[in-house]
């Protein structure tokens, strides 16, 4: 009886709080994913423990929305300086990339374009870690990172080299509980990080000279999930990781891949990305009344066409804002293709 009574000690607290999930190399960001995110920049409150909680962020505000398409690094605009990238998100409302890798240890960045500097390309070498992989309850991850950037400052050469210690922490795990949703078997992961920003200036002879070197301390938490669409809340602390100053959490989530389809007619979409025209060619004739409908990432329709008996057909984006769009044809009896396709102006 008293070995019944140890045992049942021991497994009380695994039946009580459940079992911690692990985060693995499935469950990263894939070309295909689209987020909205909603951005609460005036969140400010006491970050809660960690452990097994049940986290309350019901009263975060959507004060303006922000979006994130991930698409295949080939073919971007400056995949050519980031040739170890296999992902790279776009923002459409910017029109910015910022590049990964991502494999079987982990999402790293890789890289990003930086506006402020005239839009100077930032390579990390080494890249990164962001979510390594396979991640638990309790698991930590140290490393560093790396990015050199030559520029011109007041007239002169001057080079700025940011180092960065990053530590991680899964501190947590549990429900989260965001505006409108309630998403079980989250781990939160506490990311820690110092960067030194070294300034160097170039003078006649003496070549790079350190003139400055400040070193600021950031901690991020960052709510992960198992499943399409990991990442679903990010907030932003003081160094110490003690008081939340911002926040972005996810309102929709979009995996733009091909689902079953009835009747399946092969189509080709081109250019991809789009500037001013996309267009639709169909590997057959759609001989049955058919419709092409396309739709944005928050599943809104923008544009409807009859395309019964074509072979092709070509739409104007001019209407449509920078972002990723997807598209089905359907008649009455089903869909006939679906797919999805980038408008960048």
Not at 127 to 141: A, L
Not at 174 to 196: D, F, H, M, V, Y
Not at 293 to 301: D, F, K, M, Y
């Amino acid at each position: 009886m008293k070995k019944i009574y140890i045992t049942l000690i021991v497994l009380l607290p695994a039946i009580a709080f459940g079992q911690a999930i692990t985060i693995g190399q499935s469950d990263l960001p894939a070309a295909g994913w689209g987020y909205v995110n909603a951005i609460d920049s005036a969140y400010t409150d006491p970050i809660p423990p960690g452990g097994n909680q049940t986290w309350n962020y019901t009263g975060l505000q959507n004060l303006y929305q922000d979006s994130l398409l991930f698409i295949p690094s080939a073919g971007t605009p400056y995949a050519s300086y980031y040739p170890n990238s296999n992902i790279a998100a776009f923002n459409p409302n910017d029109g910015t990339y910022t590049y990964f890798i991502t494999n079987s240890t982990g999402f790293y960045l890789n890289g990003t374009i930086l506006p402020q500097f005239s839009n100077l390309v930032a390579v990390f070498n080494p890249p990164q870690m962001y979510i390594p992989v396979p991640f638990t309850y309790n698991d930590t991850y140290s490393g560093f990172s790396r990015v050199v950037i030559d520029t011109m400052l007041a007239g002169d050469s001057t080079r700025i080299i940011i180092h960065t210690d990053i530590n991680l922490i899964a501190d947590g795990y549990g429900t989260l509980n965001l505006p409108g949703a309630s998403i079980p078997n989250t781990l939160r992961i506490k990311q820690t990080k110092l960067e030194t920003d070294s300034i160097l200036q170039k003078l006649p002879v003496l070549g790079w000279i350190l003139i400055a070197a400040p070193a600021n301390q950031t901690t991020e938490f960052v709510w992960v999930r198992h499943g399409s669409g990991t990442l679903v809340l990010d907030i932003n602390a003081d160094s110490l990781g003690v008081t939340a100053n911002r926040s972005s959490y996810q309102v929709f989530f979009a995996a733009l891949g091909v689902n079953e389809i009835t009747n399946p007619v092969a189509t080709n979409t081109f250019p991809n990305p789009a500037s001013d025209k996309v267009t639709f060619a169909f590997e057959s004739s759609l001989s049955e009344s058919s419709e092409l409908t396309v739709t944005n990432l928050a599943g809104q329709e923008v544009e409807s066409f009859n395309v019964t008996r074509l072979n092709s057909f070509t739409m104007s984006t001019a209407r449509l804002s920078n972002g990723m769009y997807s598209y089905i044809i359907r008649n009455e009896k089903g869909i006939h293709a679906k797919g999805k396709f980038t408008v960048m102006h």
